[in-house]
């Protein structure tokens, strides 16, 4: 028997993503795998939107009908059985799919988000070439490199859609000032950034350098914000991360937000720094 869901978790998000993706490589509709499973016609669409989650047994009983077996059948059954836990803790490599499948959803079904980053463009608003470079920096396998620089570059969308996605980036200068790959590749990411600024639901403010302590020295961190469900906080690391929408957690990052922010150049004044920074690279 399944749940009801009225506010996802970010392993429930992965796991819908997951059910969705699955069923459409399948080349069948969820009405016919529903009926294959011996439920209503409705069920598997209910599951690939997060109107209702799987049991472990459902999913099971899933996956078999999809020709899945081995690791990833057990791995998915596990998410399942784990969907309902609210904080998601993933550490090693072999999570960062899982969780970037949780961050991809949390994107998608967002309706505001705030992101801190002290050290590289966010990621919402990288260029490919930029993406790229960050990629072979950390020194992955080409295929690895291509498949990380298509998912980046499409998760941008959700900035664009018609009903887009409302995003404040406070950027620390020395993410804008740090050249990634080419000095023509980052003179191009920064114009990007400024266009980007120019649109009606971006606002991107500069932290500068040298104005003391300030709670975004901890680390970087995106705040999400749902219409019909608690808000999350997204910690993402070097090889491991968390989701956490505990409500005193949140809070305590949506004051940090306020205090950043309150250290930020203008919006103007940051567009004019970041293209002043492209038009020094251009012309070295």
Avoid: C
């Avoid at 705030?114 to 993406?131: H, I, K, N």
């Amino acid at each position: 028997m399944a749940w009801d869901t009225n506010g996802l978790t970010t392993r429930a998000r992965a796991l819908t993503a997951a059910i969705r993706r699955l069923v459409d490589e399948s080349g069948m509709s969820g009405r016919e795998i529903s009926l294959r499973l011996g439920f209503s016609h409705g069920t598997v669409s209910h599951w690939a939107t997060g109107r209702r989650l799987p049991s472990p047994e459902d999913m099971a009983s899933l996956l078999t009908v999809l020709g899945i077996t081995g690791a990833e059948k057990q791995r998915l059954v596990d998410m399942a059985r784990h969907a309902a836990e609210p904080n998601w803790l993933v550490v090693g490599m072999p999570g960062i799919p899982q969780q970037l499948a949780g961050a991809i959803e949390s994107e998608r079904q967002a309706s505001a988000v705030v992101e801190w980053s002290r050290d590289v463009v966010p990621g919402l608003l990288q260029t490919a070439d930029y993406a790229r470079a960050l990629a072979v920096a950390n020194r992955l396998p080409q295929h690895e490199v291509d498949a990380r620089v298509s998912l980046r570059v499409g998760r941008s969308e959700v900035l664009t859609r018609p009903n887009p996605l409302s995003m404040l980036a406070l950027v620390a200068e020395d993410a804008v000032r740090e050249v990634v790959g080419s000095p023509v590749a980052m003179a191009d990411q920064l114009r990007h950034l400024v266009a980007m600024g120019r649109r009606d639901n971006i606002t991107i403010q500069i932290v500068p350098p040298r104005v003391g302590w300030h709670p975004g020295w901890a680390g970087p961190f995106v705040l999400y914000e749902f219409p019909d469900a608690p808000p999350m906080v997204h910690f993402e690391h070097y090889s491991s991360g968390a989701f956490v929408i505990d409500e005193d957690d949140v809070e305590a990052y949506r004051q940090a937000v306020d205090v950043i922010r309150g250290l930020a150049r203008s919006p103007a004044d940051s567009a004019d720094l970041v293209m002043t920074i492209a038009q020094e690279l251009e012309a070295a």
